[in-house]
């Protein structure tokens, strides 16, 4: 179900163009950040982390689970 679902995503917009949005808003937020507490600036290096492991880990999901898709693909004992 994982490899699906990874599948179905990395088909999406927003992760065929993750680089051109991420940058932007990383830098805006950072900007942003400049201006208001120091717990803002965090928040956004946060965002940025989770988006790019988001992203890194629908990419390697398959090289994860290659165990188990080799398992599956055998056929059951009788």
Known sequence: MAVGFA???RTRSWYRRFWLW??????????AGL???PIV???VIAGVGSA???RRNFSRVEQVNAELLRDEALPAAA
């Not at 991420?22 to 900007?31: N, R």
């Open 7 to 9: 599948e179905y995503q």
């Open 22 to 31: 991420i940058v932007p808003l990383a830098v805006g937020g950072l900007i």
């Open 35 to 37: 201006a208001l507490p």
């Open 41 to 43: 600036m965090g928040m």
């Open 52 to 54: 790019y492991l988001a």
